[in-house]
Structures are given as C-alpha cells and as structure tokens.
C-alpha cells in the first residue's frame, strides 16, 4: 500500500471537511469501505475518498443516510422531499443575504451624506441576530451578561454544579417569546405531546415528515424523542434541558444532523447537553454556538470548537459518551 495514495482516517475526514466519526457511521452502515493497513488501520485510497466525499456532499443537501444509499445505487426515491428542503434552506439564505445587501445600501448611502455607520451597524452586517443582555441569576452575583448574536443553534454546557440549568431557565425569561423545554416532557409517558398532536393535524403531519428522515438516518422512534419534537415546535426560540435524555447515541446523531438541516433563518435552539453525539466538536458549524458555564463560576464565556482556543479543552472535559450519560441520567443530576 502506498503512504503517498492513502491517507488515514483523520488526515481523511480533515481533507473531507467532516469528523472521523463520520466517517466511520458512513463505514458503520455500509456507504463506505476502506481498506486496513497491515497494521489494521482504515485507510483510504482515491476511490474512497471520491466515495467519502459524494457521500459528504449528500449528507451537506440534507439527506439521510438511507437517501443517501439510494442515491448511489441510482434509486430516486425519497430524493423530492430532501431537494425542496434544501431548497427552502437556500432559499432562506437568500432572503438573508438580500437583507445584508439592503443594509448595506442603506449604510452607503448614508455615508455619501455624511453619516459614518456605527460600529453596531456594522458589526450588523456579519451578525445572523442581534443579541440581548440581561443579569445572570444565582450562583453568579447578578452580574451583566451580554448573549451575542443569536444563532439557530447554541449549546449550553457546563460541569455539574456550573449553573448551566439556571442560565437555560434565566434565557427562556428573557429571551422574546421563548418556551423552556424541561424534563418533565417525558415523565408523563408522553402523553402531553401526544394529545397536542392529536388535537394539531398540521403538528401531526410535521412530527411524521421529521421522524420519517431520523428513523432512515438510523434513529429509535421511542416516547422521548416525539416529546422533543413535539417541544421543539413551538412558535418562538425554545431551550431544551439535557436534550439528549431518552435518546440513544444513534438518535442524538440522527437528531442533530436534522436539527443543522433548518438553515440560517431557522428559530434559535438552545440545547443543554454534556453528550459527544450531541455536540461534535469537529461538525461544529457557521450556524452553531458554544456557550460554557465554568465551573468556578465566573461567568458564561463563548468557546470556539478549536483545539487549543479558550475554552475548548473545558468544553471537550464536560463532554461524554452516550452510554456514560445514560448511566448519569439514572441518578440524581443538579446543574
């Protein structure tokens, strides 16, 4: 074999501009097959990663993986429903950028009569939404927080103890016509989602369409997981606590890749969560935000999924494996 024609799985997944996790759910469910060195690592030659990289851009069209193997075996079923939605995404990008656009005419124009912009308004042009300041509740000092510009998602994490629970509940107050998402959503056997989409047709048929796309990308249709949909509906921005509970690992990564599918203009999620599948620091994108709350309490900071930038070795300790937070989530959890 030669070093020169086949790379590793993470020098793959680097060129590929996806995580080795994904390369090795691409693997998992047969989309993907690469060769062992003799050492018996995976390694990937110029027709994997040709391969790889078909299947990277499928998935960034918003696919799932089972679309995604129909398409490669030339089967167009399934492909209507992923094409309008990536058309939707783009087109709500669009709308966006024409927005951008306008304002920038108008802070032209301005200029031209000798007005300068601020430097708010200019920071405008790159922020997806402005942002809000508020004071943060108990075990902080009630000292002012500024939550920067709003984004469709944004992690909130933290150690246990870290107040990460009460920041959840003080940005549903504050922000405009949020809804929190608590953990009770499952504790009645979902019998609260169910008679909400019993009695909201249009809901029903969403929900169906939603867990249609997570069952193909390989998820388990179970009570927790319609209770999450079904919260996840609401009109404003919604904050969900440990928004993995109930899931199993092949859920959250279905349920994440669906969550990043809405596109720019989509209402901002909060999700509190201490799971890897949840949070993929290597698919963290544009789109996304990391908000840490520190264990010695010092205020809420922003982290950048980097390695090496402040904050993300703090970020990548809180963080665990599905299985581990199944057996916290067993026990009693204060946050």
């Known amino acids: ?152 998602l944004t992690y909130i994490i933290g150690p246990l103890g870290s107040g990460k629970t009460r920041l959840a509940l003080r940005l549903a107050e504050v922000l405009p016509g949020a809804a929190f998402l608590g953990l009770d959503r499952v504790d009645d056997g979902g019998a609260a989602a169910k008679a909400r989409l019993d009695a909201d047709p249009d809901l029903r048929a969403r929900i169906d369409r939603a867990l249609a796309w997570l069952a193909e990308d390989g998820a388990t249709i179970s009570e927790a997981l319609v209770a999450l949909l079904a919260g996840l509906e609401a009109e404003g921005p919604v904050v969900v606590d440990m928004v993995e509970q109930g899931l199993d690992q092949a859920t959250q990564e279905a349920l994440i890749a669906h969550l990043r599918r809405r596109g720019p203009e989509a209402r901002p999620l909060f999700l509190m969560t201490r799971s890897c599948a949840i949070l993929d620091l290597a698919a963290v994108g544009p789109d996304e935000a990391i908000l840490l709350c520190p264990a010695n309490h010092s205020s809420p900071v922003y982290a950048a999924p980097y390695p090496g930038a402040p904050g993300y070795e703090a970020v990548a300790t809180c963080l665990a494996t599905p299985e581990v937070r199944e057996r916290l989530s067993r026990g009693p959890a204060t946050s």
């Not at 492909?79 to 990008?93: D, F, T, Y």
């Not at 601020?118 to 509740?137: K, M, N, Q, R, V």
């Not at 000292?143 to 510009?149: C, I, Q």
């Open 1 to 152: 074999m030669s070093s020169a024609r086949f790379l590793n799985a993470s020098e793959a997944a680097r060129r590929l501009g996806v995580s080795a996790k994904a390369l090795r759910l691409y693997e998992q469910r047969g989309l993907l097959a690469p060769v062992r060195s003799a050492a018996g690592w995976r390694a990937y030659g110029p027709g994997e990663m040709e391969r790889a990289g078909e299947i990277a851009a499928l998935r960034a069209l918003g696919f799932s993986l089972a679309q995604v193997a129909r398409v490669l075996q030339g089967d167009p079923q399934g492909l209507e429903p992923a094409l309008a939605a990536h058309q939707a995404a783009l087109e709500g990008r669009l709308r966006q950028l024409a927005g951008t656009i306008e304002r920038v005419h108008g802070l032209r124009d301005g200029l031209a009569r000798g007005r300068a912009p601020t430097a708010g308004e200019l920071a405008s042009l790159i922020s997806p939404s402005p942002g809000i300041a508020f004071d943060l509740p108990w075990p902080w000092g009630g000292e002012r927080f500024e939550l920067g510009p709003v984004r469709p």
